[in-house]
């Protein structure tokens, strides 16, 4: 990987926030890359991208990634992945595509560290490093990245594009969501031209489907119901259905866009019962045009983006599916007295908004 000459400081189309990243790689000793649970190919290839990106600038990283989906097992740098440090303090700690700081895997390290940066795209962005590279309008973490490695003067080689590829092309589905700019379009005809095989990263990480993967869409579809005049529909996994089909990190990607895909459908509600305690569920919604479901996952102590978000809630399937449930995380406590379901917060804003 060759480096190109930065712009000298004080040199006029200067970016002082990522002057400031670049100091602080430079002048750190012991560095730790950390993304959001359960990560997706964005909070990956940005984590990956970061630490290639890192030993470009002459330095070395930890990437702390607790449980690394094995879809993505073929990007570069994988087998540098660690799943815990033992080292106790960080001189930085780098935090990407991630939203909020107890969303964050090994915050502890986040928490200890000297210095802390955060690079993400999530509008719910709490802003919790000492500094914040935050651009709600990228389609991808990993897209923010494309320019700050072009700023630093990295050369963004075939390694490094295949592991940027991969962020762009998952959180994009594809190149197909609304957030795709002509930058994205321009920088992979660019990665192509230097040899990175997009046909096949597509196929890895959208087509090809684990058999745990496709008998967990038998049952979620199955167990479909659509609500709301067919506007919003609603599917589960449970922790034994994860047994049953013998489900491994990260094999219950996709279950949400099922429901989003269906004609007249603006919402899709997914629940999945969580590992660690019984009776949790992660939440995801997906919409189509007009529901910010960002704004309704805030409500219940999550976030995301206007399309895609998600949130932690505790109850039943039942409970869960007619928000009669606990919210767990969140900071807005007094909502659960002011939205009473799901589905009521979602009508509302059905009925009453659009958004450009
Ligand atoms: P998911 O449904 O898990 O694929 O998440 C969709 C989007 O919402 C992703 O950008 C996530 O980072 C974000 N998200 C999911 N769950 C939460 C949460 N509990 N709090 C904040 N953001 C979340
Ligand atoms: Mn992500
Ligand atoms: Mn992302």
Redesign the pocket.
């Known amino acids: 990987m060759t480096q190109k000459e930065p712009v000298p400081m004080g040199q006029k189309g200067r970016n002082m926030t990522l002057d400031t990243i670049l100091e602080e790689i430079k002048k750190a000793e012991k560095i730790v890359i950390l993304a959001?649970e359960?990560p997706?190919g964005?909070?990956i290839g940005s984590c990956l991208a970061m630490n290639l990106a890192v030993k470009a600038l002459g330095k070395s990283a930890d990437v702390v990634i607790k449980e690394f989906p094995r879809v993505f097992d073929f990007l570069p740098g994988r087998d540098e992945v660690k799943t815990e440090s033992n080292v106790e303090q960080y001189d930085l700690a780098i935090a990407l595509?991630?939203?909020?700081l107890?969303?964050l895997v090994g915050k502890e390290y986040f928490e200890e560290a000297k210095q802390t940066i955060v690079i993400d795209h999530?509008g719910?962005n709490k802003m919790f490093g000492d500094i914040n590279f935050v651009n709600p309008v990228a389609p991808a973490c990993c897209q923010i990245l494309i320019g700050m490695f072009e700023y630093f003067g990295i050369d963004i080689n075939k390694e490094l594009g295949t592991c940027i590829l991969t962020g762009i092309i998952t959180?994009t589905g594809g190149f197909k969501y609304p957030g795709v700019t002509a930058e994205t379009f321009e920088f992979t005809a660019e990665l192509l031209g230097k040899g990175v095989n997009v046909s096949d990263i597509y196929k890895r990480v959208l087509q090809t489907k684990t058999k745990a993967n496709f008998e967990l869409m038998k049952r979620t579809l199955n167990r479909m119901e659509i609500l709301e005049d067919g506007k919003v529909t609603f599917t589960y996994v449970t922790n034994q259905d994860l047994k049953e089909v013998n489900a491994g990190i990260g094999d219950h990607?996709g279950l949400?866009e099922l429901g989003r895909d269906i004609e007249g459908v603006e919402v899709s509600i997914?629940i999945r019962e969580k590992d660690e305690a019984e009776n949790t569920y992660?939440?995801?919604?997906?919409s189509n045009n007009y529901v910010n479901v960002?704004d309704v996952?805030l409500m219940f102590?999550?976030?995301?983006?206007q399309r895609?978000?998600?949130?932690?809630a505790q109850g039943t399937i039942e409970e869960v599916r007619d928000n009669e449930f606990v919210i767990t995380?969140t900071e807005v406590t007094g909502s659960i007295n002011i939205i009473k379901k799901f589905n009521w917060c979602i009508s509302i804003i059905l009925s009453n908004r659009e958004i450009k």
């Open positions: 959001h359960t997706d964005d909070a595509d991630c939203a909020d107890k969303r999530h719910s959180d990607e949400v997914f992660k939440v995801s919604m997906r960002s996952c102590g999550g976030g995301g983006h895609a978000a998600g949130a932690t995380n």
